[in-house]
């Protein structure tokens, strides 16, 4: 086997505990299935990495394993929902949108063998790598709960601004309903956008309202959680909303069983000493489905106890293996999953890898930066910024607390562009420089 170049790096990372032998891989390998880099998963964070890499590698030696024809801007899915947007103006062709640095294999990852820098795909392609990033997001568990999936296919009044399949239905479910009970329900899950269960409830509040029906229906928020949001600062802000919308807020109640035909969703009580069950009825439901790490992940040596990937969450970098990076939903880092944490997450990366290649100790450490844009009607936002002490991390120099046009519009017109433009091209690290720049060098 002819080698383009051997390079033996002993690399020292976190405590000492480990030390990294890298080869520059083959190039002339029968097929040519030898990458520097192999990053497994072509969303926000994958494309942001991608693009990185490919600049300092080039594109016959950055691989990017992702099945999908399409890639979604998954944030649009609240204003979809709401109306505001239409589903196609969320999604683009991958190969439209696709770094021009990197390679694209349309294939799954099936299995992670990191002993020997080695992934799977289901076209039975074995894939070599010196680094590996993994990208994979979060699989939706809608058949976790008993008959939803049903209820979905067979009830126009059930929906989700979870998935490419169920988004269309919520606005025309919100347009039909004209009275009764609609109910907003969050898992007993991790999951995507934290906000995005509630942000489409204050929607539909909203549209109730203009359309003059919303005395006629009942809006009930039945959340898994113990807290309308982790933040207090914005949690306050959001229960004054509540309380003003006469919206009814129902905290550990997490969605188990829909019989569509009776039209009736069943809530476990988490707190009840013997899991008791209280049944709904519902005219109109809007389900956050249970979420989780992917299969192929969670049943992998890469995944942590609790099935996500397990990496040191200032660096992205893996806790066993020092080749293996991971960045977004699918990684164990203790922050909300946002696309606007891939954001601070990438340019974190980009520099641990810089690091690990040239045998040094990573210097920029993530502060688990993220952001939810708490859209409040149709013209309000809250922008929720904070890090891993849920202490707010704001970009502005006013009171994010406050709901505001300007943050609506930031939002709805802006934010698409920091991502189909900067995210995914490698060249939006998030609004950390504005921020010191903004806050006059001063605070965080
Ligand atoms: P994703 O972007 O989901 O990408 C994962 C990729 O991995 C997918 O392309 C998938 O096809 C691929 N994949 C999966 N399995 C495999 C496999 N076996 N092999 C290869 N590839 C695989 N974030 C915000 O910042 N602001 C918001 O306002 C906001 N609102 C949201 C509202 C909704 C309704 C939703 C659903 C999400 C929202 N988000 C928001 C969250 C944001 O979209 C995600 O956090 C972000 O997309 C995560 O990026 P990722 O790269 O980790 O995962
Ligand atoms: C962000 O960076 C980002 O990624 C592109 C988002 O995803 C769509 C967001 O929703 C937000 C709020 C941010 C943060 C950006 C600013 C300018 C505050």
Redesign the pocket.
């Known amino acids: 086997m002819a080698y383009r170049s051997v390079c033996k790096t002993l690399v020292n990372l976190h405590g000492g505990a480990t030390f990294v032998q890298m080869r520059h891989l083959s190039t002339s390998n029968k097929l040519n299935n030898s990458y520097r880099a192999v990053v ?9 990495m991608a693009s990185m890499l490919g600049s300092k590698f080039g594109k016959s030696q950055v691989a ?5 024809d399409n ?8 204003m979809v ?1 709401g109306g505001l947007k239409t589903f196609d103006q969320s999604a683009r062709m ?1 190969k439209d949108i696709f770094p021009s640095n990197a390679t694209w294999i349309q ?4 299995k992670f063998d990191p002993d020997n820098n080695t992934v799977y ?2 076209d039975g392609k074995e894939l070599k790598y010196d680094l590996l990033i993994v ?5 939706l568990r809608f058949e976790q709960v008993k008959g939803l999936q049903e209820a979905i296919a067979n009830d126009p009044m059930v929906c989700s ?3 490419a399949e169920t ?1 269309m239905k919520t606005f025309p479910a919100l347009q039909k309903l004209e009275s009764g009970n609609a109910i907003f329900t969050f898992p007993n899950t991790p ?3 934290a ?2 269960p509630q ?2 409830m204050y929607l539909a509040e909203h549209y109730f309202s203009k359309h003059g029906k919303r005395d006629k229906i009942n809006i009930i928020y039945n959340s898994s959680l113990p807290v309308i949001f982790g933040v207090k600062k914005y949690a306050n802000e959001l229960l004054k909303i509540i309380e003003e919308r006469n919206i009814t807020v129902n905290f550990r109640h997490s969605l188990s069983e829909v019989n569509h035909e009776k039209k009736e969703a069943v809530f476990v009580k988490l707190d009840s000493e013997n899991q008791e069950t209280v049944n709904f009825n519902y005219d109109f439901l809007h389900v ?1 489905p249970p979420m989780g790490s ?4 969670k049943n992998s040596p890469i995944a942590a106890e609790n099935g996500f990937l397990a990496v040191h969450k200032e660096t992205g970098q893996h806790t066993k293996y020092p080749n293996i990076f991971g ?5 164990d880092i203790p922050t909300a ?7 601070a997450q990438s340019g974190v990366l980009n520099r641990t890898i810089e690091a690990v290649l040239a045998g040094r100790e990573p210097q920029k450490l993530y502060d688990g930066y ?4 708490l ?1 409040v009607g149709y013209d309000k936002c809250i922008l929720a910024e904070f890090d891993f002490n849920a202490q707010p991390l704001e970009t502005f120099p006013f009171d994010q607390g406050k709901k505001r046009t300007s943050m609506y519009y930031l ?1 709805k017109d802006m ?1 698409p562009e920091f991502y189909w433009k900067g995210l995914i091209k490698g060249k939006w690290e998030g609004p950390g420089v504005f921020r010191k720049i903004l806050h006059l060098g001063m605070g965080k």
Do not use: F, R
Not at 71 to 78: D, E, I, L, N, V
Not at 327 to 331: H, K, L, Q, R, V
């Open positions: 497994v998963g072509g969303g926000a964070g994958g494309l942001a990017v394993v992702e099945p999908s890639h979604y801007y998954q944030p649009m899915w609240t929902g991958t294939d799954a990852a099936v795909t289901k990208a994979m997001g979060l699989q601004n979870y998935s988004v999951i995507k956008c906000g995005a942000k489409i956050s992917p299969d192929v992940l960045i977004g939903d699918c990684t999953k946002t696309a606007a944490a891939v954001a993220t952001s939810c844009p859209v939002k934010m």
